[in-house]
C-alpha cells in the first residue's frame, strides 16, 4: 500500500499535468474530452458532437435524459471537432427538412 504522502505527491503530478494539458488545448483551440460542443434536441432524440480531447470528436446520437438516463443509438468517430460540427449540423438540416 503507498504511504498517504507518495499519494498525495502523485496526485500534485496529476493535478499539475492536468492544467498544463488544459493550458496546451487552449493554446491549440482544442476542446476537453467529454465537453459538448454541439447539441441538437427534438422530441425523439439528442444529436451531440463530444469533444475527445485530441482535436477530433464523435457524433452520437442519443435517446433519454441526456446526460443522466439515455441510450445511445449512434455514435461516428470524426478526425476534426469542425468536421464533426459541420457534419452533425447537416444531419440536422437533412432530418428536418424530411419532416
Known sequence: MKSAKKRQEQLDQLRAL???ATKLRDQLGV???GEVIWRARDLESDML???DGYGGAKIVV????YPLD???I???VVKTEQ???CIAQALTDKKEEQQ
Not at 442519443?62 to 435524459?65: A, R
Open 83 to 85: 468536421e464533426a460540427c
Open 18 to 20: 492536468d492544467h498544463a
Open 74 to 76: 449512434s455514435k461516428q
Open 31 to 33: 476542446s476537453g474530452i
Open 49 to 51: 458532437v463530444e469533444a
Open 62 to 65: 442519443v435517446e433519454g435524459k
Open 70 to 72: 439515455y441510450l445511445s
